[in-house]
């Protein structure tokens, strides 16, 4: 698998570093995009495109970590590796807990930089994948009729079909109807399938449930 498709934001007031940290990401496949500022940066970034982001951490316009709560503050999950000229536990510490990736010194080893940039990349991957099923699965919800999608809120609580049809106030044989209906346009065959498939969208049983999809 080639990495050319995936881009690695390079953000960093030095031309020089970003000159070399370029020519070792495009010898090894990937995309580099380079920036002198986080302005130039977040006014470029794409967060469709996949990759990841190489911030340093000390920049005269605003530090990497502020770069990062930027994004963190428009919801983008852009994974990012930390490039500092010193070695500094409290900004390492405080760039992990925000999510980053990894916290590399300057000079920085080329091997550790690459095996950083596949770990980021593979998590970017990971993250649209969730993302993306997550959508599929709501699209699927959302294509329910209000009936079946109550019917569903009483299966996933535990209740036969005639105790549903009570609670709804109709005929068994309608909520049979509803729950096939259901089961065949959420595309699964067991109730267990159904609790899971909710459970990971956050929809709840009847009684407590709250359209979140």
């Known amino acids: 698998m080639t990495n050319a498709r995936f881009a690695v934001y390079l953000i960093d007031d030095d031309k020089q570093v970003l000159k070399a940290l370029s020519r070792l990401l495009s010898v090894a496949g990937y995309e580099p995009r380079a920036y002198t500022s986080p302005a ?58 925000a999510g980053a990736m990894d ?10 930089l690459l095996k950083a940039v596949s770990r980021a990349v593979e998590r970017d991957q990971t993250i649209r994948t969730a993302r993306k099923t997550r ?12 009936r079946e999608f109550e019917v569903l809120t009483h299966v996933i609580a535990g209740k036969l079909n005639k105790q549903i049809a009570v609670d709804l106030g109709t005929v068994e044989k309608t909520i049979k109807v ?13 109730v267990a399938a159904l ?19």
């Open 40 to 97: 130039a940066f977040l006014e470029a970034h794409d967060p469709s495109v996949t990759g990841c982001a190489i911030f340093d951490v000390s920049m005269p316009e605003f530090d990497g970590l502020t770069l990062q709560k930027k994004l963190i503050d428009n919801a983008v999950e852009r994974p990012i590796i930390f490039l500092s000229g010193k070695s500094s536990i409290p900004i390492s510490v405080r760039a992990m807990q």
């Open 103 to 112: 916290f590399l010194v300057k000079p920085i080893d080329k091997a550790s």
């Open 135 to 146: 959508q599929e699965t709501i699209s699927r919800f959302n294509a329910l009729t209000r």
């Open 178 to 190: 509803h729950r096939s209906r259901m089961m065949e346009k959420v595309g699964v065959r067991t």
């Open 195 to 213: 609790v899971r498939l909710t459970e990971s969208v956050g929809l709840e049983p009847a009684g407590q449930n709250r359209r979140k999809a």
